[in-house]
C-alpha cells in the first residue's frame, strides 16, 4: 500500500480535460515538492511535472500541476490518444526520510 | 545532452548478491546539487525508490530496504553502483537509474534493466 494514494484508473475522450489526484499527509505532499511522472506502455518513466507545478521543457502546456495542502493534482487537457500511459506522483516523505511514489494511474483515451 | 544506461545480469539466484552499474554521459557526478537515483519497479507494479547518492558523497536509501542496499561512485567517473543482497524472487523488476537535482528531482531516466530472481 503507498503512501500517496492515486486513483488506479483514469478516463476521458479526445479533447476533454482529466485531473489525476495524489493524496499524501503534512509529512511529505504538504511540505515537500511533488512530482509527476509519465510512463508510456513498455517504456521508462519521464518527468511530467516538477516542483509541484512546474514542467520541463518539451512538456505541452496541455499538462498542469498544482497542490493544495496534503493532496496535488495533474490536470491533462486537450486529451490525446497519445496521453494514454501510466502516471505517478512523487515526493520525499520526512518521517520515513525516503522518496515515495503514489501508486499509479492509467490513463485511457476512450 | 544527459543519458543513463543500466547494465547488470538479467538472471540472479535466490540468496545472490545483485550487482547494477548505471553509466551515464552529460553530466558529472562532482557537479554541486547532481546525484543518480535508483528506482524499481516489479511487472504490473507501481514505481518504488530505492537510494541516491549525491556530488558531495551524501547517500540516501529506502528505509525498507537499507539493509540490503549499498549505492557507490563507480571506479569510473561516469558510473554509479548499486548493490542488493539477499537477493528474492520478490525482487525481480525493471531496475532503473536517474540524474538526479538534490533533494529528489529526478529529470533524465535511462531506459531500465530487467532482472528475474529464480533457480
Known amino acids: 500500500q503507498s503512501v500517496l494514494t492515486q486513483p488506479p484508473s483514469a478516463s476521458g475522450t479526445p479533447g476533454q480535460r482529466v485531473t489525476i489526484s495524489c493524496s499524501g499527509s503534512s509529512y511529505n505532499v504538504r511540505i515537500n515538492y511533488v512530482y509527476w511522472y509519465q510512463q508510456l506502455p513498455g517504456a521508462a518513466p519521464k518527468l511530467l511535472i516538477y516542483r509541484n507545478d512546474q514542467r520541463p521543457s518539451g512538456v505541452p502546456d496541455r499538462f498542469s500541476g498544482s497542490k493544495s495542502g496534503t493532496s496535488a493534482s495533474l490536470a491533462i487537457s486537450g486529451l490525446r490518444s497519445e496521453d494514454e500511459a501510466d502516471y505517478y506522483c512523487?515526493?520525499?516523505?520526512?518521517?520515513?526520510?525516503?522518496?515515495?511514489f503514489g501508486g499509479g494511474t492509467k490513463l485511457t483515451v476512450l | 545532452q544527459i543519458t543513463l544506461k543500466e547494465s547488470g545480469p538479467t538472471l540472479v539466484k535466490p540468496t545472490q548478491t545483485l550487482t547494477l552499474t548505471c553509466s551515464f554521459s552529460g553530466f558529472s557526478l562532482t557537479t554541486s546539487g547532481v546525484g543518480v537515483g535508483w528506482i524499481r519497479q516489479p511487472p504490473g507494479k507501481a514505481l518504488e525508490w530505492l537510494a541516491f547518492?549525491?556530488?558531495?558523497?551524501?547517500?540516501r536509501y529506502s528505509p525498507s530496504l537499507r539493509s540490503r542496499l549499498t549505492i557507490t561512485k563507480g571506479t569510473s567517473q561516469n558510473q554509479v553502483v548499486l548493490t542488493m543482497t539477499n537477493m528474492d524472487p520478490v525482487d525481480t523488476a525493471t531496475y532503473y537509474c536517474?540524474?538526479?537535482?538534490?533533494?529528489?528531482?529526478?529529470?533524465?531516466w535511462g531506459k531500465g534493466t530487467t532482472v528475474t530472481v529464480s533457480s
Open positions: 512523487a515526493t520525499w516523505d520526512d518521517s520515513l526520510s525516503g522518496e515515495v
Open positions: 547518492i549525491f556530488w558531495d558523497d551524501v547517500k
Open positions: 536517474a540524474h538526479t537535482w538534490t533533494p529528489d528531482y529526478m529529470d533524465v
